[in-house]
């Protein structure tokens, strides 16, 4: 209920509006995308608290050192050691499993501009759960923020991935300048490098 109220207000007086397609209705793996800025978690997390949406996020580690752990945790965040990437999926492959229901926000581009590929652990997460993937989204051209469509993905990364591509394509982020193609690297192992 505090939650709600608190984005409630900050979309109040935010310059930014919520632009949505219905909230998923299921576990899903929210995708947070341009991640360009330290401002996208806080966009997030107002989306999802004013759509009533449970969620958990992964995190560096070391955003969760000190006096910042107990409050991260309660804002709903999971550490990741990024020396051990695969045991992350795992770990949360497993919760799912366990029974536990929640939206897993992930920002697979990574630290914010410079990569070239997106990290492929949204994807992993959400064939090996059979959880659907939520698209959300900052595009500072237009000031909006929210959710796009959610759909399961089919197993066909190239198309899967020309799927998400196609609805990024006019999303800009916070800063434009350090966004991110979507692309994951499988893509160009299943062509040849082409």
Same mark, same amino acid.
């Given at each position: 209920?505090?939650?709600?109220?608190?984005?409630?207000?900050?979309?109040?007086?935010?310059?930014?509006?919520?632009?949505?397609?219905?909230?998923?209705?299921?576990?899903?793996?929210?995708?947070?995308?341009?991640?360009?800025?330290? #401002?996208?978690?806080?966009?997030?997390?107002?989306?999802?608290?004013?759509?009533?949406?449970?969620?958990? #996020?992964?995190?560096?580690?070391?955003?969760?050192?000190?006096?910042?752990?107990?409050?991260?945790?309660?804002?709903?965040?999971?550490?990741?050691?990024?020396?051990?990437?695969?045991?992350?999926?795992?770990?949360?492959?497993?919760?799912?499993?366990?029974?536990?229901?929640?939206?897993?926000?992930?920002?697979?581009?990574?630290?914010?501009?410079?990569?070239?590929?997106?990290?492929?652990?949204?994807?992993?997460?959400?064939?090996?759960?059979?959880?659907?993937?939520?698209?959300?989204?900052?595009?500072?051209?237009?000031?909006?923020?929210?959710?796009?469509?959610?759909?399961?993905?089919?197993?066909?990364?190239?198309?899967?991935?020309?799927?998400?591509?196609?609805?990024?394509?006019?999303?800009?982020?916070?800063?434009?300048?350090?966004?991110?193609?979507?692309?994951?690297?499988?893509?160009?192992?299943?062509?040849?490098?082409?």
């Amino acid at each position: 209920m505090l939650k709600r109220l608190i984005a409630r207000l900050y979309w109040a007086l935010s310059r930014w509006t919520l632009v949505s397609e219905a909230a998923p209705t299921r576990p899903t793996v929210l995708i947070g995308a341009p991640h360009t800025s330290n #401002w996208d978690f806080v966009l997030m997390l107002a989306i999802a608290w004013r759509l009533g949406i449970d969620v958990h #996020w992964l995190g560096k580690k070391s955003l969760f050192h000190g006096w910042r752990g107990p409050i991260m945790r309660r804002l709903g965040g999971i550490p990741v050691d990024r020396a051990d990437p695969a045991r992350v999926v795992s770990d949360v492959v497993a919760q799912v499993n366990d029974g536990s229901v929640f939206g897993l926000v992930v920002t697979p581009d990574g630290t914010r501009g410079g990569n070239e590929y997106w990290k492929s652990g949204f994807y992993r997460i959400a064939r090996e759960t059979g959880m659907p993937v939520t698209l959300g989204f900052v595009d500072r051209t237009s000031m909006t923020s929210g959710l796009g469509p959610t759909f399961d993905l089919t197993g066909d990364v190239g198309a899967d991935m020309d799927r998400i591509r196609a609805f990024y394509a006019d999303k800009a982020g916070v800063r434009p300048e350090r966004r991110t193609e979507p692309r994951l690297r499988e893509e160009d192992a299943a062509t040849g490098g082409i």
